[in-house]
């Protein structure tokens, strides 16, 4: 493949896309359409290696960096490096931070930025991001604040940021009043899922990923649930037609919601099924490591089927149906499988909600379902049926 030097990604989509074949080491694009900020989401095998060719312009003369975390930085942080500095770039500095939630801190924004200030960073300078969600989400945000933006990739080591927190722009950190609340819509100019980190993602990582990928099915398309139901053995084995299916689907699902509301206005919140009492989960767990951010949003969306058939909008089969696929893959259903990470009532739960960034004039904006892959998003909640769908997960 010879490496594309057009300045917009849609031209190197074309390029990719007439190289594509039936073969399982094909590469997958996906393509994130927001006019002159449009950039690509690459699938295959074996893409860190030859990084330079998927870039959306040569890197010639550039200075590269690399933000990575303790975890991953071995082996596939120093894969990209390797591959970096034998392409045209000026120069690759790398900079590994400690593995964990915590790290989506201050100090870590303090520590990344000042990085990038003391070792010549400049605004055609690329930062890349090889990690998980914490690493992608920090180095989008440094990105987004350095030089007031400097272009940025992000490398996704695992199925959740392949899937969901690598695609559409969001980045931030958190702080003690909440996950998420500081950050940017800042967009990568390419995502690179490679298949290859995902052999080394430890088997608890790999479920708590799959909470991203079966959402999609669950906020808006049941056909896609139903595929996933029905191939869900075929993706825990790792099997490459499936994982790249199921990888691809999710973020195209994620491209077009993105596209349409890059701003989450409107469409993009439903994207947030099961994440608003998730994310009270998490930080009632003080984020440390106790429970992953998956696995919350597992409960969180069992417990957002439960308000929904609480409040007659669907049915109990419906949840029914969602717990049974969830407790088939091994993630977590309820509050009181992982009770003993957690720190508060469910009275203190609900109030680390009304603390989410998605609250409207006082008012709690819940995605709540009408049956599986119907989501729509509800502000007119009784808080009393929220605390009763906590209190009856305990």
Same mark, same amino acid.
């Given at each position: 493949?010879?490496?594309?030097?057009?300045?917009?990604?849609?031209?190197?989509?074309?390029?990719?896309?007439?190289?594509? !074949?039936?073969?399982?080491?094909?590469?997958?694009?996906?393509?994130?359409?927001?006019?002159?900020?449009?950039?690509?989401?690459? #699938?295959?095998?074996?893409?860190?290696?030859?990084?330079? !060719?998927?870039?959306?312009?040569?890197?010639?003369?550039?200075?590269?960096?690399?933000?990575?975390?303790?975890?991953?930085?071995?082996?596939?942080?120093?894969?990209?490096?390797?591959?970096?500095?034998?392409?045209?770039?000026?120069?690759?500095?790398?900079?590994?931070?400690?593995?964990?939630?915590?790290?989506?801190?201050?100090?870590?924004?303090?520590?990344?930025?000042?990085?990038?200030?003391?070792?010549?960073?400049?605004?055609?300078?690329?930062?890349?991001?090889?990690?998980?969600?914490?690493?992608?989400?920090?180095?989008?945000?440094?990105?987004?604040?350095?030089?007031?933006?400097?272009?940025?990739?992000?490398?996704?080591?695992?199925?959740?940021?392949?899937?969901?927190?690598?695609?559409?722009?969001?980045?931030?950190?958190?702080?003690?009043?909440?996950? !998420?609340?500081?950050?940017?819509?800042?967009?990568?100019?390419?995502?690179?899922?490679?298949?290859?980190?995902?052999?080394?993602?430890?088997?608890?990582?790999?479920?708590?990923?799959?909470?991203?990928?079966?959402?999609?099915?669950?906020?808006?398309?049941?056909?896609?649930?139903?595929?996933?139901?029905?191939?869900?053995?075929?993706?825990?084995?790792?099997?490459?037609?499936?994982?790249?299916?199921?990888?691809?689907?999710?973020?195209?699902?994620?491209?077009?919601?993105?596209?349409?509301?890059?701003?989450?206005?409107?469409?993009?919140?439903?994207?947030?099924?099961?994440?608003?009492?998730?994310?009270?989960?998490?930080?009632?767990?003080?984020?440390?490591?106790?429970?992953?951010?998956?696995?919350?949003?597992? #409960?969180?969306?069992?417990?957002?089927?439960?308000?929904?058939?609480?409040?007659?909008?669907?049915?109990?089969?419906?949840?029914?149906?969602?717990?049974?696929?969830?407790?088939?893959?091994?993630?977590?259903?309820?509050?009181?499988?992982?009770?003993?990470?957690?720190?508060?009532?469910?009275?203190?739960?609900?109030?680390?909600?009304?603390?989410?960034?998605?609250?409207?004039?006082?008012?709690?904006?819940?995605?709540?379902?009408?049956?599986?892959?119907?989501?729509?998003?509800?502000?007119?909640?009784?808080?009393?049926?929220?605390?009763?769908?906590?209190?009856?997960?305990?």
């Amino acid at each position: 493949m010879h490496k594309s030097t057009s300045k917009h990604a849609s031209t190197q989509k074309e390029g990719l896309e007439s190289a594509m !074949n039936e073969t399982l080491n094909a590469v997958k694009a996906v393509n994130v359409g927001l006019g002159n900020r449009s950039y690509d989401i690459l #699938i295959g095998r074996d893409l860190i290696a030859d990084i330079e !060719n998927y870039m959306p312009y040569d890197l010639d003369g550039r200075s590269v960096f690399i933000l990575t975390d303790e975890n991953v930085q071995e082996q596939h942080a120093h894969k990209l490096m390797n591959a970096l500095e034998t392409g045209a770039a000026a120069s690759v500095q790398l900079l590994s931070l400690p593995a964990g939630e915590k790290t989506k801190s201050w100090p870590f924004v303090q520590q990344a930025t000042e990085w990038l200030l003391e070792n010549g960073v400049n605004r055609q300078s690329v930062l890349f991001a090889v990690g998980g969600g914490v690493i992608g989400d920090l180095a989008g945000f440094v990105a987004s604040i350095t030089l007031r933006g400097i272009d940025f990739v992000q490398v996704p080591t695992t199925l959740l940021a392949q899937v969901d927190s690598s695609v559409g722009g969001k980045t931030g950190i958190d702080t003690a009043q909440g996950k !998420n609340l500081v950050g940017a819509f800042y967009q990568p100019v390419l995502v690179l899922c490679d298949f290859d980190v995902l052999e080394s993602l430890p088997d608890r990582e790999f479920r708590a990923g799959y909470a991203e990928v079966v959402k999609y099915g669950l906020l808006g398309d049941q056909e896609f649930y139903a595929w996933l139901d029905d191939h869900k053995e075929a993706l825990f084995r790792k099997e490459e037609e499936a994982l790249a299916h199921a990888i691809a689907a999710s973020c195209q699902k994620k491209a077009d919601i993105v596209k349409a509301d890059e701003k989450e206005g409107g469409v993009r919140a439903l994207l947030n099924l099961g994440h608003t009492f998730g994310h009270a989960l998490e930080l009632s767990a003080g984020f440390d490591g106790g429970l992953l951010h998956g696995e919350a949003v597992a #409960i969180g969306t069992v417990l957002a089927f439960r308000l929904s058939a609480c409040m007659g909008c669907c049915d109990d089969s419906d949840v029914a149906f969602v717990v049974k696929h969830l407790d088939a893959v091994g993630l977590p259903t309820s509050i009181k499988q992982v009770a003993d990470h957690l720190h508060h009532t469910p009275q203190e739960i609900v109030d680390f909600m009304r603390k989410d960034k998605k609250v409207y004039k006082g008012q709690l904006t819940f995605v709540l379902v009408r049956g599986i892959g119907a989501a729509y998003t509800e502000r007119d909640v009784d808080i009393d049926d929220v605390i009763a769908v906590v209190a009856e997960s305990y």
